[in-house]
């Protein structure tokens, strides 16, 4: 609290230490019209007994007693004001009727304060505990109250003290709507405390009303596990994505496609390095800075690779796979020769922390950014290949290479294009995903078959197919979740991939063609 | 009289040759370790003769993995998973033989049960106290399962990569479930601290040499079967079926019948190599189902070459040879990058691998063992 305000009011304050009840009542109100909400333990400690005055000087202070003597606090600041005798300090004496101003005195600091903050928060802590004194207040406060938002909120307030006052069970009866319909899991206790506490209709009222907010709760969950399972699935999309390129429209079964998530996360690594060092207001920006270097770094070792390798492997997708794997335990180990085998801490923008609540919801902002940033890679590399010259070359050449080559098309230069564009894809993804797993050597290893199972899953050669089939597959991970465990339930989406394949074996979105070797 | 001539038909020198050293490996390299002083230089110290018999169980898997992928086109990335599942039913029995000599000295149970607080052994585990039943469910059990999953893969004509894709689905997928400890096979931990096998101390020096004998002699068995297969003709349709499957099957030929039988023999090869890997190296855990082992397998093959039954066993010696050297010398941390630089090397420079290139500047194709003269891949739309 700021001296200054302390300094207001403290004349206040020492003045209800003098004269007779009414003045102190008169004093009350005065200290409560300030509307300071310092002004409310002061009060309270009036309330409870707890304000004395040092006859000396007639300072008001809240005294504990200690043995013999009494250790004072300051009431505004709540510091330790030394200690006084028994005879130095006499209390402020309350009679019934100042306990009543005091009460609403504090109703009109907190629950009919100017600022609609403290007033919902004093509203949600009478929630919490329930306060059957309050109800009156309340019920003031309600008629009183500008803003519907904070009046519910007040009115479920209310329903909690009225459950635990000894009002006649038609009050209760009605709370118990008000709760019902308020649902979460804050209710559903206060409801099994009631339903415990009481008997006939106020009881069988409860019990209804735990099996419509627990049947509500039931949804909201299935609504949550829907959630992290587009999570998961913008994480599959966003380490897929690459791989939908270069194995899905090129057949490059690139199994170094983990390893170009990896170099996007460790460069987003370097970039955070680099700014904390030169640069630290630049932090929040870091990710934004990231995103281009993650794409050139990750595209430029793409583009090496599959000139100096894979270019001379085309028509052996087999010998690509090996060749690829081979190339994926050096990028490893390379990495982790220059930067050790420990994980690497990689910081959090403060825009991307936190989270919000819809209904009953949790949405921390991170996964939000992740689902955002994962759907408008989709879209941009949609537009890269149906909008773009680029786009168009890449199309003809994989649907017909020798007459694109005819057309003057340059197929090995759109091959290395193409190649880059899917790697470069994938050091995009890094970066994201280095937001919400550990950044060591071994990351890519990590989505490598999970990326495999989503491209195949989706259909080849088909960018949608790679979206549904991340999207479903996050979402069918984790439904499963909460009846076959995390293990279970991803083994139970392999053996399903497994038998989809049988059943379709070019993906959910195959691409059709009259060749027999498709 | 058949079965005479099919073996027969698939003995030349090249076979003869092969065997006879894997039969002399069998003899001589026990011997050596337990009747020459140990300062006479013919001496083979113990260590050596787990590695020998430890690198003869690679070279089988090696050889069950060119069985379908050199002769039958069918790249699995899945094949320790067989090799795994024969390891843990021999493990299983070595860890019912521990008997009361564990920690918990439970005559019954193993003692991760006792750990975990089972009361009674798991319907799974049983008959694995007899040896007989062991040795059948180490081809059993991979058998059965390559034939559920070739049934449904073959029959749907799942080929190529996805076929890859798929086998590694699987092998990852038994990853995962080996890890937890609710099926009952050790989860993370796997089967370890075995005592005896048959009744014969599984540490001692003569047990070693008889596991190592057991191996080399497995091996020359297999070796001899794929020679007989390869040669029969059936292995001229599977031939046919790895470079124009499609052909194959417009003359004629019920291709996924094919692939099948050979797949599950492949996986039954797999299995045993298992099962006297385990008693070796004294362990069997999850992580023989990583998918990165199975393509580790692939690569022995690449190396030594694709297409004959001699280049899996010579890739997958000179391979695991040059993986002991490397990790316990100072280059420890480089092994990757040569490893991985094999894998780029192999299939850029060596397409054909050590043995066939070799075969192949040898004899300019005329003689040549008809698969090893070709490259691997003749038909590349076949492949795709």
Known sequence: MAPAQAADLRPLVNALGEGSYDDTAAQINVLAATGDPAAAPVLEALGEGDLYVRDSDGAVFIAEQVGRDYRLTDPLTGEAAGEAGRREVSKIKVNNKLRRVIRSALGALTLMSANAGTRRAAAEAIFKSGDPDAIELLDEAIAAESDPAIAAVMAQARAVSVLESSLPDSDKLAAIDILASRGGQDSLSILTAAAAASGGEVRQAALGAIATVEGELAIWGLAQDVWYGLSLGSVLLLAAIGLAITFGVMGVINMAHGEMVMLGAYTTFVVQEAIRTNAPWLFDWSLTIALPLAFLVAGAVGIVIERGIICFLYGRPLETLLATWGLSLILQQGVRTIFGPTNREVGTPSWMSGATEIGHLTITYNRLAIIVFSLAVFGALMIILRRTPLGLQMRAVTQNRAMASAMGIRTPWIDALTFGLGSGIAGIGGVALSQIDNVSPNLGQSYIIDSFMVVVFGGVGNLWGTLVGAMSLGVVNKLLEPYAGAVFAKILVLVFIILFIQKRPRGLFALRGRAVEA | ?384
């Not at chain 2, 082992?293 to 899996?312: K, Q």
């Open chain 2, 1 to 384: 009289m058949i079965l005479a001539r099919f073996f027969a038909d698939g003995l030349d020198w090249r076979a003869g040759f092969v065997i006879a050293v894997l039969v002399a490996l069998a003899v001589a390299v026990p011997l050596l370790n337990l009747y020459a002083p140990p300062d006479s230089p013919f001496h083979v110290p113990t260590y050596a003769v787990s590695l020998t018999g430890k690198y003869l169980t690679y070279a089988l898997l090696a050889l069950s993995v060119d069985l379908i992928w050199g002769f039958c086109g069918i790249l699995s990335l899945g094949h320790g998973a067989f090799f795994a599942l024969g390891g843990y039913a021999m493990g299983m029995y070595l860890m019912r033989q521990i008997g009361s000599r564990g920690v918990y000295g439970n005559p019954e149970l193993p003692d991760f049960m006792v750990f975990l607080n089972w009361k009674e052994l798991p319907f799974t585990w049983y008959g694995f106290d007899m040896f007989w039943f062991a040795a059948l469910m180490v081809v059993l059990v991979p058998g059965a399962l390559a034939f559920a999953f070739g049934w449904f893969a073959f029959r749907s004509r799942v080929t190529g990569v996805y076929l890859s894709i798929i086998t590694q689905a699987m092998t990852y997928a038994l990853l995962l479930a080996f890890f937890r400890n609710n099926l009952g096979f050790g989860g993370n931990n796997g089967l370890t601290d075995f005592k005896d096998i048959l009744g014969f101390n599984i540490q001692a020096d003569a047990t070693r040499g008889a596991l190592l004998a057991a191996s080399a002699l497995a091996l020359a068995a297999a070796f001899l079967i794929c020679s007989a297969v390869v040669a029969s003709k059936f292995g001229r349709v599977l031939v046919a079926v790895r470079d124009a499957e499609s052909r194959t099957r417009f003359l004629g030929y019920r291709v996924e019948n094919y692939k099948l039988v050979v797949w599950v023999l492949s996986a039954a090869l797999a299995g045993i190599a298992g099962a006297l890997y385990v008693p070796q190296v004294g362990i069997i855990n999850p992580s023989e189902f990583a998918p990165a082992n199975s393509i580790e397998i692939v690569v022995w093959v690449a190396v030594g070459g694709r297409g004959t039954l001699v280049g899996p066993i010579v890739g997958a010696v000179l391979v695991n040879f040059a993986k002991t050297w490397f990790t316990t010398g100072a280059l420890a941390p480089y092994w990757l990058f040569v490893l991985g630089g094999l894998f780029v090397a192999a299939t850029l420079f060596l397409p054909r691998g050590i043995v066939g290139t070799l075969a192949g500047l040898r004899l300019r194709g005329r003689h040549a063992i008809p698969a090893a003269a070709e490259a691997p891949t003749p038909n590349p739309q076949a492949a795709e």
